[in-house]
């Protein structure tokens, strides 16, 4: 499924091929769905495809069956389902306990829970803070060598940039 997801220029997930992405959410919505991975696969194609509602009642249901390290993307993906709705407040809490449990349970997840929460300070205009968490998330991207996530990182500091930029007279 994740090659029907890709990030727009302002970071978020959108479809690739939206009928296929729906066409393989519905696939997996028809199985019983009794295991974290395949609910949380489900949860974001549902809210890429903009079915947020839905989208956070399957990532609930991941996360009630999720142990502590795969329940660190659960929360990353319910704190994106809540920010793309606009609703920040809400998502706050999500980025926050994904990060917990990352320095508990999964510390080398850590790059993502600093991207997205570096994401949620951009969208609440806390560019500051962003930018300290984006270039953190950078610098263990690099090291890890996945051009993928060094773009998507590098990408999120551009907006960064561009929201500095704004707001400068």
């Not at 449990?101 to 951009?122: I, M, N, S, T, V």
């Amino acid at each position: 499924m994740e090659n029907l997801i890709t990030l727009d220029e302002f970071g978020r997930m959108v479809p690739t091929d939206r009928e296929a992405l729906l066409r393989a959410v519905t696939a997996l919505l028809d199985e019983p769905l009794e295991e974290p991975a395949p609910l949380r696969r489900a949860g974001v194609g549902l809210l890429v495809l903009g079915r947020r509602e839905e989208a956070i009642a399957t990532l609930e249901r991941a996360l009630a069956l999720a142990d502590n390290k795969r329940a660190v993307a659960v929360h990353i993906n319910l704190g994106d389902a809540h920010r793309y709705g606009g609703d920040l407040e809400a998502a706050e809490p999500h980025y926050q306990r994904a990060l917990q449990l990352c320095q508990e349970h999964a510390p080398d997840l850590r790059y993502f829970c600093l991207q997205h929460l570096g994401k949620q300070r951009l969208d609440q205009g806390r560019t500051r803070e962003a930018r300290a968490l984006l270039e953190d998330a950078l610098r263990q991207r690099r090291a890890q060598g996945d051009p993928a996530l060094i773009a998507a990182t590098e990408t999120a500091l551009r907006l960064v940039d561009r929201a500095e930029a704004a707001a400068t007279p």
